[in-house]
Each structure stands twice: as structure tokens, then as C-alpha cells.
């Protein structure tokens, strides 16, 4: 059984950072790409950042006063792990922070995903 368990979510103020990380296990996630997407109250889901599995391949939303240039993606070295390094944090940023598996596409669309983590929580203070 696929899980996928976010955490490092919380509180923190305009300016500052956070490090998320996804745990992921349940199967050999060598064909998948792993995403970040959130969504704020009132909100639609967004996608934020993805990379691929196996090649480090990574990617970002590019619209708007999205995560690109201030956040980053990338595979731990420790296990089955993707982080979401965000840094310059604004309260626009507040959101819950979702990470998804997609089986043999990288992809932005959030449909196109398989698993689902329960999200983490992010506040950031103005």
C-alpha cells in the first residue's frame, strides 16, 4: 500500500523558511515523478514543484507570485524522501501543502496523479 506522509509544515513569518518533507513507501518509486501542490482556504489546488524519481529532473509553476526562484525541490539521500525547501516565505504562501505521486509522467496537472499524502499545514505571518 502506497503512503505518502508530509511533514514539516507550521508557523513561521513572512521572510522566513520552511522544509517540507514526503515519505514515501509502499513500492519502488524509481517510474514516478513526486510533486508539491497546495491549497489555500477559498481556494483552488496549485500546482508548486515536481521532479522525477529517477534523474532529478525537476520543475516548477511559473505563474503569477508562484514558488519558482524561491523554492526548491529535490530528493533526500536518506530513504524514499522529497523536500520542498521553500525560502523568502509570504503570506500568499499560506496554504495546506499536499505531496502526490504520478506513475510514468511528469506532469503540473493534479489529476494526473496517483497517491496523495494528507497534507501539511503552512502559516506564514505578515
Known amino acids: 500500500q502506497v503512503q505518502l506522509v508530509e511533514s514539516g509544515g507550521g508557523l513561521v513569518q513572512a521572510g522566513g523558511s520552511l522544509r517540507l518533507s514526503c515519505a514515501a513507501s509502499?513500492?519502488?518509486?524509481?517510474?514516478?515523478?513526486m510533486g508539491w501542490f497546495r491549497q489555500a482556504p477559498g481556494k483552488e489546488r496549485e500546482f508548486v514543484a515536481g521532479?522525477?524519481?529517477?534523474?532529478?529532473?525537476?520543475?516548477?509553476?511559473d505563474y503569477g507570485d508562484s514558488a519558482k526562484g524561491r523554492f526548491t525541490i529535490f530528493r533526500s539521500n536518506a530513504g524514499n524522501t522529497v523536500i520542498l525547501q521553500m525560502n523568502s516565505l509570504k503570506a500568499e504562501d499560506t496554504a495546506v501543502y499536499y505531496c502526490?505521486?504520478?506513475?510514468?509522467?511528469?506532469?503540473?496537472?493534479?489529476?494526473?496523479?496517483?497517491?496523495w499524502g494528507q497534507g501539511t499545514q503552512v502559516t506564514v505571518s505578515s
Open positions: 502526490a505521486a504520478a506513475k510514468n509522467i511528469a506532469t503540473m496537472i493534479g489529476t494526473k496523479y496517483d497517491y
Open positions: 521532479t522525477r524519481w529517477s534523474g532529478g529532473t525537476t520543475y516548477y509553476a
Open positions: 509502499g513500492r519502488t518509486f524509481s517510474q514516478y515523478a
